[in-house]
């Protein structure tokens, strides 16, 4: 029988690696989204797995892995179908959150973070839509990477959300392990040299993380910079965070319902609570005068952040909204994190760009920030926080 808190939906399946390469000697678990060869992939929904049959191939990022000399150990919990960043799921109980054992892990690769955390593994694999590599990486004190959106290279042979933002993220418990990854994964990236550090001025004046200037002056000591040489960014008023957030949340809505609605229509899912909450929304939007509005402004976004930051910007910051909730927290205090933190996830996933999410000691706690790049930065963006941050690694 599972234990409730286990970061597994099956702990002993098990696969070795094909080849020696620069990963041979790690171990990495999958959340139970990715297409694993003899394995029914589950989305965290028993009555999906029971109305699937099991994978006849892998999925292509876990066949570079195995290429790259790591060896597979184990499947994790998912939030159900992906569609949550809180790290709960009605049918798997919540993954234990080893660093902070009374908090919620985060989502909705849940069980990833929680087996990296407890150092069961090396590293794991995670999707990221809407947050669900970066937040459990901020809740478990991990590193985490969501790389630029690359729906052909990345994502064959893994379960969707919204096909629009879904992108293969990674978990680790240090920069050099989750470099060596990147690496294998993401290929060579383009050319990257920064001159140019912004930081958003609108989250320092509503003091949304709590603690963000503090993990600027953390920053800029490991990137040896000054505070001064620190370019306040005010977001123009057409791309003010709830705008932002209210585009990726309907585009993120329709694209979820087109996917599984359908399914949905016709099986007794007994989805969790809050997961059929987000699906009664995603039922709802209409293909329609809305729908093409944030189809247009996702567009623009990504545009003009790209074009900021290019190959000489980087963007700081704060992952999440605040360190992971307490499980005994009111509902209507998660509530109001997970929004707040989804206006932050949303700067980089809206515009497809990548995103390292970094684990900082500010005044002897762990703080997590994230360093945004221009779009296919990614392991020039993971190379320059190993070099910087690497030493800071906890």
């Not at 678990?29 to 929904?45: E, M, P």
């Not at 189809?295 to 000489?312: E, H």
């Amino acid at each position: 029988m599972l234990n409730l808190t286990s970061p597994f939906t099956d702990a002993d399946f098990q696969l070795p690696s094909r080849a020696q390469g620069p990963l041979s000697g790690c171990t990495f678990a999958v959340k139970d989204v990715f297409a694993v060869q003899g394995h029914i992939t589950g989305l965290g929904n028993p009555t999906w797995a029971k109305t699937h049959t099991p994978a006849l191939k892998n999925a292509a990022v876990l066949n570079r892995l195995l290429l790259a000399g790591a060896d597979l150990d184990g499947i994790t919990v998912s939030d159900e179908f992906m569609f949550s960043i809180k790290g709960s799921n009605y049918h798997f109980g919540d993954p234990l959150n080893p660093k902070h054992p009374d908090c919620f892990t985060g989502g909705s690769s849940s069980g990833s973070a929680a087996a990296v955390a407890a150092g069961l593994v090396d590293f794991a694999l995670g999707t990221d839509t809407g947050g669900s590599v970066r937040v459990p990486a901020s809740y478990c004190d991990l590193y985490g990477f969501r790389p630029s959106h690359d729906p052909v290279g990345q994502l064959k042979g893994v379960a969707p959300l919204a096909p629009s933002f879904d992108t293969v993220g990674v978990l680790a418990a240090d920069l050099p392990t989750l470099n060596k990854v990147g690496q294998a994964l993401y290929g060579p990236g383009r050319y990257l040299s920064i001159r140019h550090y912004y930081y958003l001025q609108d989250l320092l004046a509503t003091d949304t993380s709590g603690e963000y200037e503090a993990l600027l002056k953390t920053a800029c000591v490991s990137l040896d910079i000054t505070p001064q040489q620190l370019t306040p960014l005010r977001l123009p008023k057409a791309f003010e965070l709830a705008k932002l957030h209210g585009a990726f949340k309907r585009i993120q809505g329709f694209e979820a319902w087109q996917n599984y609605g359908p399914w949905l229509s016709q099986h007794d899912a007994q989805l969790g609570p809050d997961i059929a909450q987000h699906f009664a929304y995603a039922k709802s939007v209409a293909n329609d005068a809305a729908l093409t509005q944030a189809y247009g402004l996702k567009q623009a976004w990504s545009r003009y952040l790209n074009m900021l930051l290019n190959q000489q910007g980087l963007l700081l910051i704060p992952t999440t909204s605040s360190p992971a909730p307490n499980k005994e927290a009111a509902l209507e205090t998660v509530e109001q994190i997970r929004q707040q933190t989804q206006y932050l996830t949303t700067i980089a996933g809206l515009a497809g760009l990548p995103q390292i999410a970094l684990p900082l000691n500010v005044a002897g706690q762990t703080r997590s920030l994230g360093l945004v790049a221009g779009k296919w930065r990614d392991t020039n963006l993971l190379k320059l926080a190993t070099r910087y941050f690497g030493a800071d690694s906890l």
